[in-house]
C-alpha cells in the first residue's frame, strides 16, 4: 500500500512544470480583482480549470463578483479535500488611488507580474494567487497521472477573504453538503499571516 502511495505521488510530481505554474500565478496577478470586482478573475479561473479537466462552475455574487470552482471527482468512500484561495487584493495597484493607506508603491504592489531572478512580483502575489496557482496546478497534476482519489477535491478561488464565502457555496448550492458529507481538510495556501 506505501510503495503504491509513493508510486502515485512520483507520477503527479513529474506532471508539474515549474513554467506552467509561474505562468498561471502572473496571469493571475495580470487581472484585476480589487475587493468586490473580482468575477473577471474567477471566470478566467473557472475556464483554466475546465480546460484542465476539472469540472468547473462559476458562481455569480453580483455583476462584478463571482467565485471559481473546481471539482476533480473522486471514487467514493473518501474524504473530500478543499483547497482554498481568496482572488481580492484589497488595493489597486494605482499609486494615486493606494498611496493614503500604502505610502509609495513597491515592485511587488503593482499591478503588473514581473519575474525577476527567480520570484515573481505583482500585486496579489503572495496574498495570495500564487498560493492558489499552485493548488490549481496541484489538482490539475492529479488528474493528468491519472490518480483517482477516494474522496472529492474541491479547489475554490473565492471573491473575498473575510467574507464566509464557504457556507455561501453550501447555501447556494454550488458545494452541497451532499457532495462534500466528511469535508476532512480545508487547506488556505496563504504565503502571509
Known sequence: MRSSINQMIKRALAKVRRQELVQLTCQLVNIPSRTGEEGDCAKFLVDYMRQAGLETSYQEINHKRGNAVGLLPGSGGGPTLIFNGHLDTSFTGIEDEDYPATGPLSPGSLPAARVEAGNIYGLG?????????????????????????????????????????????????????????????????????
Open 125 to 193: 502575489v503572495y496574498n495570495m494567487k500564487a498560493g492558489l496557482a499552485a493548488s490549481v496546478i496541484a489538482v490539475k497534476t492529479i488528474k493528468q497521472a491519472g490518480i483517482i482519489p477516494k474522496g472529492n477535491i474541491v479547489v475554490t478561488g473565492v471573491a473575498g477573504e473575510v467574507e464566509n464565502v464557504l457556507n455561501f457555496f453550501i447555501e447556494q448550492g454550488v458545494i452541497s453538503r451532499k457532495q462534500t458529507p466528511s469535508v476532512e481538510t480545508l487547506y488556505t495556501t496563504k504565503f502571509t499571516g
